[in-house]
């Protein structure tokens, strides 16, 4: 079975700082999903970014970047020029791409969480 | 264009009793999965529903069941009521094909005492 590990329960950086959440995991799978999902006070898992484990370049979107490391199972985000609206609880996420057209079948399995506190 | 809808937003039941959570996916979705948050933890999938369908199930009890409508929308029951089922119960939509993006609803926050 797939694991998640986040061994950071909280992190703080200050606003316009960049910051980077850590995330590891095992799989015995060479094709696979990793996610980050930001989860604010109104409770609703909000996609930030996804990675294909096939894909060798890492994905950005806008001030959200990910390093990740196939060998080293490891899969961190970094959040550069934070911003207040940042602040949230962060999970990482994956996802067994196992399935072929019935991908929709596989499940997420979720890290613990990061609580991310951003200061003015 | 509705995400997914989930109720009611809050609620408290007593040990013992029963419940039942719903569901509504966003247009064009397919598919339903059920997550369990308890506080301060990541989500744990529960079970998934596809063509009216339990097609995964995680490593939950029979307590908890479900049902999937001919519109897609989807309930989550859970009998005989434990403390430890207090938690945040969220539901994820998806389409079938594909990579299978989830839509996520903001949960249903179930206190028993």
């Known amino acids: 079975a797939q694991t998640v590990t986040q061994s950071q329960p909280e992190m703080s950086v200050q606003e316009a700082e960049t910051v980077t959440l850590s995330c590891t995991y095992d799989?015995?799978?060479?094709?696979?999903?990793l996610f980050w999902y930001k989860q604010p006070p109104s409770r609703q898992m909000i996609l930030v970014i996804r990675?294909?484990?096939?894909?060798?370049q890492n994905a950005t979107e806008n001030r959200f970047s990910v390093n990740f490391q196939k060998a080293a199972k490891s899969f961190s985000l970094k959040i550069s020029d934070s911003q207040l609206g940042d602040a949230a609880m962060y999970f990482c996420?994956?996802?067994?791409?196992?399935?072929?057209?019935?991908?929709?079948?596989?499940?997420?399995?979720f890290g613990q969480g990061t609580r991310l506190t951003i200061n003015p | 264009d509705a995400g997914v809808t989930q109720s009611p937003t809050h609620l408290i039941k007593t040990r013992g009793q029963q419940v039942t959570l719903r569901c509504s996916p966003k247009?064009?979705?397919?598919?339903v999965s059920w997550y369990q948050q308890a506080l301060g933890q990541g989500p744990q999938f529960i079970f998934q529903?596809?063509?009216?369908?339990?097609?995964q199930r995680g490593n939950f009890p029979d307590r908890f069941s479900g049902h999937q409508f001919p519109n897609y929308s989807s309930e989550l029951n859970v009998n005989a009521l434990l403390l430890g089922d207090s938690a945040l119960y969220l539901c994820?939509?998806?389409?079938?094909?594909?990579?299978?993006?989830?839509?996520f609803g903001s949960g249903t926050r179930l206190t028993v005492v």
């Open positions: 994820a939509s998806s389409l079938d094909a594909g990579w299978g993006g989830y839509t």
């Open positions: 990675q294909e484990a096939y894909k060798q």
């Open positions: 529903y596809y063509e009216e369908e339990e097609r």
């Open positions: 799989t015995s799978e060479s094709d696979y999903y």
């Open positions: 247009s064009g979705h397919d598919t």
């Open positions: 996420a994956y996802r067994s791409a196992w399935g072929g057209v019935l991908q929709g079948a596989q499940k997420l399995v």
